[in-house]
């Protein structure tokens, strides 16, 4: 039976900054909070680096990875984006893609049909990007308004034309990313019906003053989820006539989220715990359970002596090294959730750690947990 986590420590303590799995799950790409993105092979139960692609000149902070044409997109503070392809020799040779912006781009999400995808930046636009058969090289269409700040996550609508785009104007907002030169015209849906090029289809604000970190879609496309940097989840129902539910969690904000399915959403962030929060049909959203279940060690006696030298030493009167880490697995912020398939998530953190999680294996390991 499959563990509820897997622990991989690929990069020793170094941050991951952003992650993403091939089709099988047998390869891994990652960013160690550089200008370098590494490539791992799972052989005979472990992971071992395969490829390391060099082309940005600063700080990687964007991977997505499409599993049908298995092409690799990054993006980076260097203000490009490169499509990456596997040659007749299995080496990666990249493509530039020209995004025609002066600022970093953030984010990157390839469409659900894979012939576009969306590159977020810190100057106030979105590059929708698409392979240009004439001139043999990737462009981009730009949408610009009312966006009036950095876009910090992009998520596709599962029919190929919407998008969803957090920012740091604390705004989430689904825009039109439909290219009529490619692309047939699209058909209504519960967001809207009129869907030229870069119409803004919605715009939500919680109320409250927090960066969207995170945006995502449910699988059915009627439910947006984004998190804020004021510790708030919220949800939209767009078959409800856009109805927002939103929760102020008392912890450290949260930095991503991702829907599982269309009533179950899994986030993470600066708390370093995986949290499930549930959204029903009557669009009540709620906190269902921890995802994180650590068994603690069973402590040694003690004398009164080594407490005092302790608690003089340390300001504490627990001796042990577990008196310094978190009961949680990951030890410093998770940066990014992943889905892993129908079956778990990923998430990547600050600490150098990348866990997978089982669903099922969760289930029953939590006293009544449900992952719908």
Known sequence: M???KELINLVDSVPITCHAWNADMSQLAISPNSDLVQIFKKKAGKWELGTTLDQHGQRVLGIDWAPKSNLLVTCGADRNAYVWALDKTGEWKPTLVLLRINRAATCVKW??????????CGARLISVCYFEEEQNWWVSKHIKKPIRSTILSLDWHPNNVLIAAGSTDFKARVFSGYIKEMEEKPTPTVWGKKMTFGQCMAEFSNGGGGWVHSVSFSPSGNKLCWVGH??????VNAEHDCVMKTLKMEVLPLMSCVFVSDSSIITGGHDCMPYLFGHDDNDRLSMVNKLDVVKEKASAGVSAMDKFRSLDKKATV???DA??????THQNSITEIRTTGRTG??????DGLLITWNFKSLESAIAGLRIA
Do not use: H, M
Not at 230 to 235: E, K, L, W
Not at 345 to 350: M, N, Y
């Open 2 to 4: 499959a563990r509820e």
């Open 111 to 120: 469409s659900p049909n894979e012939q576009k995808f969306a590159v977020g």
């Open 323 to 328: 008196a310094f880490q978190l009961r949680t």
């Open 345 to 350: 998530v990923s998430t990547a953190g600050a």
């Open 318 to 320: 627990d001796t042990s």
């Open 230 to 235: 004021d510790s708030s989840i919220s949800v």
